[in-house]
């Protein structure tokens, strides 16, 4: 007769270190040659980092009107504070500036509510922010009606102008580029030759000279007097280079989700649009999130070419004023605050797209 | 497993209405001749097992009933709509073929219940909340209600494989086609599932059904179809086919497979 089995009671784990001791042993100095390693980081560390707090926090000077405040030795951020409506709103009156900060207060504040789960529009307001809110937007920009004074885009600059054309071509280059790659895996042969030349095209151009085209040699092709607004133009090759790049960043993902997907939605009668919107892309754009944002940190700095065209942005602007005679030997500080507002930048939408992953491997075994 | 046959249950009968014929049906993956003048007609009601070898193009002959293979050659009518290439008649044959596969093919992004809901949703038209009934009902014809809400990958791979027939039968489809259902399975699940199948046959339903499982051929099949090489080698009710087979080559694959 069988003697009945008792299942071994589950014990812990041996203790070997914990905590941050045992992290620091684990990671920091488990050999010779990281330990060695691990200290010549942290010599580099004393050498770099005091410094630069020293310079740009402890000796700067942060309030005054003019050159002459600067004193500390440190960094002057008087020359930013002092030029900081022109930063963000390039040549844009000052008397109408509520009109942007209405308009992006409103994006914000439409915005929240996507990111409350409990929110049961969502459909609706994306509906909303992707079609009207950017005819809504311009009007508030633009003027021209409504009792709003004109004004006109080329006093659009600063990071007013960084915004519009990276939210404009972001918002653009992703559907183009859904678009194209389903069109490049097309069985279709028209569909598929013009998606690959469309991708092929604007994907072997640099980006300059695209913007330098558009800006220089479309206004000879174009009859007289008919004049393409310029940061139009600008916003059109923007969109067209991006969405090629989106285009094979998507036809990655396309690729990765297996034929049995297609397979088993086909045999339910789904029809191809359908098999697209609720089975393949889902997944697709899922798995290469990491891209997708990837394309549009590279497009959001890619912005800063629009100055080769006379079109001021973030960048452009603060060169402009390192040009200024009163303000001549302040160029770190003018780079040191672009590289940071660009960094906050890219480094959100990077923060946003790690959250985004986490949230979406709700259930999947991964 | 039921060893007991169960023909002779009431819901097991079989009509004189033609649901599939396939009339000299060729087919070529390239130079490959993989399917060689397939003559085969299914009535309502018919259980059929196709057994063979691989490579015999058994996957590809059932394939070919819902297109998600072409055939070169011959003609295909299903449900008395012919299989061309009008993208309608594929479409109208799809939404009356269920089909199961090997490896589930469950949509990993959805729920259980969402993905038995999509295609009453989406393709039928149905307001979400028939949809979601339907979906539950079948559900619980499968035995596992109470997964509805979990994603696919995590439930065991009996219960996946019973999510994907309820998915299938949420389109009412006349004919049921299963692809090795079960070839994918640990053996302990393998039963689950050829339960759900052994009742939706006792209900009538009209199934072909590629599979190594003898058993089940015995229990459910009025006929059992050999393939090797592209063709039909013979075809017979199971106690014929299993006790007799006429061909040397039946008889060379039943002893390979019965006997070990």
């Known amino acids: ?58 000796d700067a000077d942060w309030s005054g009107t003019g050159r002459e405040d600067c004193t500390g030795g440190g960094a002057c951020w008087v020359f930013v504070q002092v030029r900081f409506y022109q930063f963000m709103y390039g040549f844009y009156p000052e ?28 459909g609706w307001l994306s509906a909303f922010l992707l079609l009207g809110y950017p005819v809504l937007a311009y009007y508030l920009f633009h003027g021209g009606s409504f009792g709003l004074e004109l004004v006109e885009t080329d006093q659009w600059g600063g990071l007013l102008l960084t915004l519009v054309l990276a939210g404009v071509g972001i918002v653009a280059a992703l559907p183009i580029g859904v678009v194209l790659a389903l069109g490049r895996r097309s069985q279709m042969p028209i569909v598929k030759a013009l998606s690959i030349a469309f991708i092929e095209f604007w994907r072997g151009v640099p980006l300059i000279t695209v913007l330098f085209m558009s800006s220089v040699m479309l206004p000879l092709f174009l009859p ?66 990491p891209g997708i944002v990837n394309t549009f940190i590279a497009l959001f700095k890619d912005t800063t070419l629009v100055l080769i065209i006379g079109l001021f942005d973030l960048l452009a602007i603060i060169q402009l004023a390192l040009a200024d005679p009163k303000w001549l030997g302040f160029s770190v500080e003018g780079y040191v605050f672009t590289a940071a507002v660009f960094w906050i930048f890219c480094f959100s939408m990077s923060r946003y797209s790690q959250a985004l992953e986490r949230r979406l491997h709700t259930g999947h075994a991964r | 497993m039921n060893q007991e046959t169960a023909h002779g249950t009431p819901g097991m009968t079989i009509s004189d209405e033609v649901m599939i014929e396939m009339r000299q049906v060729h087919k070529w993956y390239g130079q490959f001749h993989v399917l060689k003048d397939i003559n085969l007609t299914v009535n309502k009601g018919e259980r059929i097992v196709i057994c063979g070898p691989s490579g ?205």
């Open chain 1, 224 to 289: 007289e007097g008919v004049n393409f607004d310029k940061l139009l133009r600008a916003l059109i090759g923007i969109i067209m280079f991006q969405s090629a790049y989106m285009a094979e960043v998507v036809r990655g993902g396309l690729q990765a989700i297996p034929k049995g997907q297609y397979e088993a939605a086909a045999a339910l009668g789904l029809g191809y649009w359908r098999t697209m919107a609720l089975v393949v892309l889902p997944q697709a754009l899922k798995l290469v999130i």
């Open chain 2, 56 to 260: 015999s193009g058994k996957s590809t002959l059932i394939r070919c009933i819902n297109r998600l293979e072409e055939h070169q050659t011959g003609q295909i009518i299903v449900d008395g709509v012919e299989l061309t290439g009008d993208i309608k008649h594929i479409e109208k044959i799809r939404r009356e073929v269920g089909m199961v596969f090997q490896q589930f093919n469950l949509f990993p992004h959805l729920t259980v219940l969402e993905n038995c809901a999509l295609a009453p949703l989406w393709v039928r038209k149905m307001p979400r909340r028939d949809a979601e009934h339907i979906a539950m009902q079948y559900l619980e014809r499968v035995k596992i209600p109470e997964q509805a809400l979990k994603y696919p990958g995590q439930l065991s791979g009996g219960q996946q494989q019973r999510v994907a027939i309820a998915r299938s039968l949420c389109m009412n489809p006349r004919i049921m086609l299963f692809d090795e259902p079960t070839s994918a399975l640990d053996p302990e699940m393998i039963k689950e599932v050829l339960d759900v199948m052994i009742e939706l046959a006792e209900s009538g339903m009209t199934m072909i059904c590629v599979t190594h499982e003898m058993g089940f051929a015995k229990t459910v099949a009025n006929r059992v179809i050999f393939m090797d090489g592209g063709e039909i080698i013979e075809q017979n009710a199971p106690e014929e086919f299993f006790n007799n087979p006429q061909s040397d080559r039946t008889k060379l694959f039943l002893s390979q497979i019965l006997d070990h």
């Open chain 1, 95 to 122: 008397a109408e500036s509520w009109r942007v900060n209405l308009a992006f207060g409103l994006l914000i504040a439409l915005a929240v509510p996507l990111f409350i789960r409990a929110f049961r529009w969502k």
């Open chain 1, 1 to 58: 007769m069988a003697a009945t089995h008792v299942p071994q009671p589950d014990l812990p784990p041996p203790i070997i270190s914990v905590g941050v001791i045992g992290w620091m042993r684990r990671n920091l100095f488990s050999s010779l040659p990281n330990t060695a390693l691990t200290l010549f980081a942290l010599y580099l560390l004393w050498l770099l980092i005091p410094p630069a707090i020293q310079w740009a926090l402890i």
